[in-house]
């Protein structure tokens, strides 16, 4: 490569985007190992690391041209490759660049990525010493527990018949993507028979802010979202005596739906609860407050938070996605749920088809280029073709929960699967890579907890630089055809 010495970072831009197009991303990789000029362009920095992740290169991620990229980009960037890095077989080297000095430890995103890089790592010095930045990052807050509550969950009951998950996949797509879902499968139904149960505790005099960041008066920081601590005393902000945590910092509606509803579960049906506030962020995305209001949660019940609260007495819930095994114990607050959507609907005289494909079309990521020809193509089957995005939370509900066959490309769409009737049948249209296993994983976690028939049609993306996909059409209409048990001559 020493002609690329004599090329401009721009020139270098364009050549390697031109590899990009051709799938060529060794020669990218090679290219900039040694490109004198990499360091003026942030674009090729981190073109560099995420194509080397790509192509499994730990020699390029170990190198001085990743750690450039971690100290020269904003920390935003910089802290997202590192996040991108901490998977195997790679780990140690994403643990040793948080620990080094090319990260801003001044940023909120420091302490963030720290527990990432610690989370399920065996002992050993490198784990010593990240615990150790994580009680300097968190001035303390790492080691303070929360206290039992004296509030109980409702016991978990026994569990039921887990869902089925199949795995199918286009020609193009790696055996590797198979193997690594398939065994996540098994390890979460492990998980499902076997679950933590959820418990209530809470944590004495903090202050929490309207993204669920909670530290004391002594300004140790309990819980992290990755912004800066506001600087307050609790005589400068609203007190509360008693409050249930329910704030977050909003990633989507499957995290609320899914992640935050269920842990309502201990408050509903519970007279002793009953003046107990649920703390909420007044900022969040309008679909929150609807959700709380199809629960019979509002006015009185729900305390929005504007900014920072104090509270004497914070209860958390904990216990985690597989402490909803047995259903039950949870339930109560989806029927609520569900029962609401169910009776606007009726009063709507809204339709709600059987068969469902839930597009993307108008989504700008994750973009499936050829997803008009789908829409065709469920059509001719019978499947209703809908954009949730166009529609109030509660017809999405009362659609995806009547639903007997739902089909989409992977997307929040499909965080309704929680509310579906079991056993449903589901297919989901699944981008994947090296990169995307842990989120995209998601849904046939759900299918397993709820009890439906979920298969998953693997589609690889082929560029680690775009999210752009396509799904094979010739491949993928004669599967849903059989799952869908019509004749074999139906075509797109």
Known sequence: MTSSTAISPDEMLKKCQAWEEQQAFREI?????????????KQLLKMFVVTAI????????????????VAMLPDSASFTLIKNIDRPPFRDIAAKLVLSKNVNRQSPLYMQQLKRCVKDRDP??????????IAEASKGGNAIRPEASGYDFPERPANYTLGTVDIMASSTTDQRHFERLQADTEIFAARLNAPRDFKVHEYRNVFIDNIGQIW?????????????IPNVSRYSVPNLDIGFNLVTKTRGLYHFLVD????????????RVACIPVLTNAHAPAFERELLELASLEGPDVHAIESVVFVER?????????????????????DRIVTMAHEIAYEEGIDLPSKIYISRSLAKRRVMENEEQVHEAMEERG????????????????????????????????AHLITAIRPATVVEILPISDAAYVLRWNYARVSQLRGHSYTAWLE??????????STNLDEFLPFLDAKLGLKASTTA
């Open 216 to 228: 004391n008066e002594d300004g140790a920081i309990i819980e992290s979202r990755g912004h800066e």
């Open 314 to 334: 914070l209860l958390v819930a904990t216990g985690g996605f597989a402490a909803m095994a047995g259903w039950k114990h949870v339930a109560p607050v989806m």
């Open 54 to 69: 790509a192509i499994k290169d730990e020699a390029a991620l170990s190198s001085d041209v990743t750690a450039l990229a």
């Open 260 to 271: 935050r509803i269920s842990l309502l579960g201990w408050m509903i049906n519970n007279p």
């Open 124 to 133: 050993s010095k490198l784990s010593r010493q990240l615990r150790k930045a």
């Open 29 to 41: 990789v090679d290219a900039l190992s040694d490109y004198p000029a990499i360091g003026a362009s």
């Open 460 to 469: 690889e993306q082929p560029n680690p630089l775009s999210d752009r996909w």
């Open 383 to 414: 499947v209703a073709v809908l954009h949730f995005e166009n529609l109030p939370i509660w017809q999405q509900i009362a659609i995806a929960s009547n639903a007997q066959t739902i089909i989409a490309p992977h997307g929040a769409g499909l």
